[in-house]
């Protein structure tokens, strides 16, 4: 069984980037404590996880380019820009 250590909330904030590498390369865990308290786990991501997660090809969702043939949206950034624009006078102080 591998072993599990136990990190401070604060020892996780000042080495976090030093942790991520431990569980990223060397696959070990850790559980978060604050205050004593268990808080949370942190664990390798396994091969078969990685596997799992499913990678979303938004051009087969049915609301996909349901925008695409609006007259006042044929430029989306100037669009956008004339929304904010609009919005931004309405809370002037």
Known sequence: MQNIQSISTKDLRDNLAEVLEQVAIAHRSFVVEKFGKQKAVINP?????????????????????????????????????????????????
Do not use: C, H, Q
């Open 45 to 93: 991501i396994s091969t078969l996880e990685t596997k799992m997660i499913k990678k979303i090809d938004f051009s087969k969702l049915p609301a996909y380019g349901i925008w695409k043939d609006r007259k006042d949206m044929k430029d989306p950034v100037e669009w956008v820009k004339k929304i904010r624009e609009k919005n931004s006078r309405n809370f002037s102080i």
